[in-house]
C-alpha cells in the first residue's frame, strides 16, 4: 500500500535549519510529482514547495530563497531543507504524492521555530 512517511521535524530557534525527509513506498516514485504543505495553528494547510517527475520546483513565495526541494528518485524519498528559519514557520508539515485519481498524505511532521 501507499506510504509516506515524514522526518527531521524538531524545534529550533529562530535562524536555524533543518532537513525533512518523506521515505515513499507503494508506487512509482520517479513517476510521481510531490509536494511539502505546512499547517500552522488556526490556518489552512498550505502549499510550501513542490517538485516534479522532471525535477522543477515551485516555491510559496514566503519560502523563496531559504527553502530548497529535491528527491532523490534511488532512495523513494523526496527532501525539504529550510534554512533561516522564522517563527511564522512553525507547523505541521506534510509530504503529498499527486497520485490519482486521489493525492496522498503523510502523517505530518512537527516544526517549531522558536527561542
Known amino acids: 500500500q501507499v506510504q509516506l512517511v515524514e522526518s527531521g521535524g524538531g524545534l529550533v530557534q529562530p535562524g536555524g535549519s533543518l532537513r525533512l525527509s518523506c521515505a515513499c513506498s507503494?508506487?512509482?516514485?520517479?513517476?510521481?510529482?510531490m509536494n511539502w504543505y505546512r499547517q500552522a495553528p488556526g490556518k489552512e494547510r498550505e502549499l510550501v514547495a513542490g517538485i516534479t517527475m522532471a525535477g522543477g520546483t515551485n516555491y510559496a513565495d514566503s519560502v523563496k530563497g531559504r527553502f530548497t526541494i529535491s528527491r532523490d528518485n534511488a532512495k523513494n524519498t523526496v527532501y525539504l531543507q529550510m534554512n533561516s528559519l522564522k517563527p511564522e514557520d512553525t507547523a505541521v508539515y506534510y509530504c503529498?504524492?499527486?497520485?490519482?485519481?486521489?493525492?496522498?498524505w503523510g502523517q505530518g511532521t512537527q516544526v517549531t521555530v522558536s527561542s
Open positions: 503529498n504524492a499527486n497520485l490519482w485519481p486521489t493525492s496522498r
Open positions: 507503494g508506487f512509482t516514485f520517479k513517476m510521481i510529482a
